[in-house]
Structures are given as structure tokens and as C-alpha cells.
């Protein structure tokens, strides 16, 4: 029985990543689809990189997203509301995305 729940944290997890992907790449425009085609591995060694690179609530809010988290919560641990909870969140998003295609050299 154990086998399946680490099994099931494992499949959400990359669940996790491949929409975090997702939303940080994002699909291809005309001018990405040459370089849109780097290997997903690149990116998520560079996801640390840039993560690093933001601020530490931008960081929270992040890893609390990730985490399956929601506005409330992470909003109640900060302070803020969750609005301001999702501001951060969608500045941090765009922050890791143009740092994610400056590293791969992919116009946005």
C-alpha cells in the first residue's frame, strides 16, 4: 500500500512540473518554434537557476503554488491577501519565464 502512495506523490508531482512547464514556456509562437523545441530536461535544470533569482515571498508563493497550495493559505502565512497572493504569483510567473527563454534563447 505504500508503494501506490509514493507512487500517486510521484505522478502528482510531475504532473506539477509538466504544468508549471507548461505555463512557464508556454506553446510556441512563429518565432519560438525553432528553439521551442529544446529538450524539457534543459529547462527544468534551469528552473532552479532562475528561481534562485527571485525574491524570497516570490519564492514562497511559488513553491506554495507548486506545493498544490492555495491563495488562502499562502496569503495567511505572508500577511497579504489573496489577491495580492496572486500578483506575486503572475509577476513571479513572467519573472521565471523570460529568464527561462533569455537561458534557451527563445524570443517571447
Known amino acids: 500500500m505504500n508503494d501506490i502512495k509514493d507512487h500517486d506523490d510521484i505522478a502528482g508531482r510531475l504532473e506539477r ?16 518554434s525553432e528553439a521551442a523545441a529544446c529538450d524539457p530536461a534543459e529547462i527544468l535544470q534551469a528552473i532552479p537557476r532562475a528561481m534562485r533569482r527571485l525574491d524570497p515571498m516570490e519564492r514562497r508563493v511559488i513553491m506554495g503554488r507548486f506545493d498544490g497550495r492555495t491563495f488562502h ?16 504569483e503572475e509577476s513571479a510567473k513572467r519573472f521565471l519565464r523570460a529568464a527561462l527563454m533569455a537561458d534557451h534563447s527563445v524570443e517571447g
Open 17 to 32: 512540473i509538466e504544468g508549471l512547464l507548461a505555463t512557464l514556456v508556454g506553446r510556441p509562437t512563429t518565432k519560438q
Open 73 to 88: 493559505e499562502i496569503a495567511k502565512d505572508l500577511g497579504v491577501t489573496k489577491e495580492r497572493v496572486r500578483q506575486i
